[in-house]
């Protein structure tokens, strides 16, 4: 007894019926989100490096440093070309956070820079500060209209915060920017 088999149909080739056409897809969108995060860690790791490796870390957070008396430099004038330099007791250095706006204060050594978290704030302002006592004096390098302009500011500790109040800059943007409560990143 011989049996025989049966031919099936042919199967229609080309055609690919809608889920393999649907799961191919979400493998695609699969891929791709993956892709997207991981591209998004590495923009923020890099981030990460390139500004620890910008700003190392203060070996404390308060250091004491001399610096020279200037002569001839009249202290009630605002429009000194240099900053007033006389002793320093206290150079705060590191980076603080604003509580208003989230701008990062950068200060190392005699330089300073203010990034904002936004583009539309504009290019980070930079220039020099010189400390004297609970005061400090900047003058902004990169701040237009503003560039030999001094601004006096005081600050203080409360807490963990830094306080700085303007005592005399007519500048108003630099003023709107330093003029803040700051947290120690």
Request: glycine content about 6%; proline content about 4%; aromatic content about 8%.
């Amino acid at each position: 007894m011989a049996t025989t088999r049966r031919k099936s149909a042919p199967r229609a080739s080309g055609r690919k019926s809608k889920s393999q056409k649907k799961s191919w897809l979400q493998s695609l969108l699969y891929v791709l989100v993956i892709f997207l995060v991981l591209a998004a860690i590495a923009m923020i790791a890099g981030y990460v490096y390139m500004r620890k490796n910008a700003t190392p870390e203060p070996t404390s957070e308060v250091q004491t440093e001399i610096v020279s008396k200037t002569e001839g430099v009249d202290q009630s004038s605002p429009d000194n070309s240099k900053p007033i330099q006389k002793q320093a007791s206290v150079i705060i250095e590191g980076t603080w956070v604003s509580t208003d706006n989230g701008a990062m204060l950068t200060i190392k050594g005699t330089n300073f820079t203010i990034d904002f978290p936004s583009v539309e704030a504009g290019k980070p302002l930079e220039g020099t500060i010189q400390f004297i006592g609970n005061e400090y004096t900047v003058i902004s390098k990169t701040l237009q209209g503003c560039e030999q302009i001094n601004g006096i500011y005081s600050f203080e500790h409360k807490g963990e915060d830094l306080v700085v109040k303007a005592i005399n800059d007519s500048c108003s943007k630099r003023k709107n920017s330093f003029e803040s409560s700051w947290f120690k990143m």
